[in-house]
Antibody, heavy 123, light 107 residues
Framework: QVQLQESGPGLVKPSETLSLTCTVSGGSISGYYWSWIRQPPGKGLQWIAYIYYSGDTDYNPSLKSRVTLSVDSSKNQFSLNLSSVTAADTAVYYC?????????????????WGQGILVTVSS | DIQMTQSPSSLSASVGDRVTITCRAS??????LNWYQQKPGKAPKLLIS???SLQRGVPSRFSGGGSGTDFTLTISSLQPEDFATYHC?????????FGQGTKLEIK
């Protein structure tokens, strides 16, 4: 069974960069698309971006200018950097994997989720 | 972006009730619609994909329907463990979007 676990600082200062890592266990990172999704307190879910194991990416247009994704297959990890954060970026951040079969086009139906990590932006 | 609108935003119901949650897309998404259940402090759990395909292990009291722009999630007989927040999500376009969520509370 695939398991995902987010890690990173729980507190980030305004204007700085939020950095999170997702570690995948119980399966390989290869062959799949890996997403970041966030949820501000008391609000709905917002898809941020995905990275394919090969390094291909796609982004939510509203966040594209501030998001950088990377993947480290040797560690079975992928990472999110979100720059120039403000209080509006305070949220629970989830990493997730969808159901896309290897070698097919992206199907964003999210079967596997990390437990989530709360990141607060505050000075 | 395709906007997803759920109604109602919150709903009070009793154990044994039949409830229906609606999700409307701002343009046609065929049947590219997923439903998730989220309990407090937990990650969302996929219940239904492709508008009506029940995931393995999800009780049969859950059902989904609709196509195009209008979709429903129905729980035929509410159980105590069903009180949670439900989210719809379109998987039609790469600009993935979710509804704002429907919180189902005990009356």
């Amino acid at each position: 069974q695939v398991q995902l676990q987010e890690s990173g600082p729980g507190l980030v200062k305004p204007s700085e960069t939020l950095s999170l890592t997702c570690t995948v266990s119980g399966g390989s990172i290869s062959g799949y698309y890996w997403s970041w999704i966030r949820q501000p307190p008391g609000k709905g879910l917002q898809w941020i971006a995905y990275i394919y194991y090969s390094g291909d990416t796609d982004y939510n247009p509203s966040l594209k200018s501030r998001v950088t994704l990377s993947v480290d297959s040797s560690k079975n990890q992928f990472s999110l950097n979100l720059s120039s954060v403000t209080a509006a970026d305070t949220a629970v951040y989830y990493c997730a994997r969808d159901s896309t079969a290897p070698g097919t086009s992206w199907d964003p139906t999210f079967h596997y989720w990390g437990q989530g990590i709360l990141v607060t932006v505050s000075s | 972006d395709i906007q997803m609108t759920q109604s109602p935003s919150s709903l009070s119901a009793s154990v044994g009730d039949r409830v229906t949650i609606t999700c409307r897309a701002s343009q046609s998404i065929s049947n590219y619609l997923n439903w998730y259940q989220q309990k407090p402090g937990k990650a969302p759990k996929l219940l239904i994909s492709a508008a009506s395909s029940l995931q393995r292990g999800v009780p049969s009291r859950f059902s989904g329907g609709g196509s195009g722009t209008d979709f429903t999630l129905t729980i035929s007989s509410l159980q105590p463990e069903d009180f949670a927040t439900y989210h719809c999500q379109q998987s039609y376009s790469t600009g993935v979007t979710f509804g704002q969520g429907t919180k189902l509370e005990i009356k």
